[in-house]
C-alpha cells in the first residue's frame, strides 16, 4: 500500500466493510478494500483504505453510523 493510504477500518466480514465503502463513496471519498482474510483457514481481516487527506472525515463518518446501530 502506498503511503498515502490510511487503514481506517477492519473487519473479518466483508459485508462490513462494503457498508462503510458504500457510505464513504455517499460523500465521495474513495476508498480501497484489501481482503487480508485467509478462505481455507478463516483467519485474518478484511481492511478499508482511504487517502491520508479524507482519514478524518471518514473516520467521523464510521463514527456516525456506529452510533445509529
Do not use: P
Not at 12 to 24: D, S
Not at 40 to 48: A, H, Q, S, V
Amino acid at each position: 500500500m502506498k503511503d498515502n493510504w490510511v487503514k481506517i477500518y477492519s473487519s473479518v466480514h466483508i459485508h462490513k466493510v462494503e457498508i462503510i465503502q458504500a457510505l464513504l463513496k455517499e460523500d465521495e471519498i474513495d476508498s480501497i478494500i484489501l481482503n487480508k482474510r485467509d478462505s481455507t483457514y478463516l483467519f485474518g481481516e478484511i481492511e478499508l483504505y482511504v487517502a491520508v487527506e479524507n482519514v478524518l472525515k471518514s473516520k467521523q463518518i464510521i463514527s456516525n453510523k456506529e452510533l445509529c446501530h
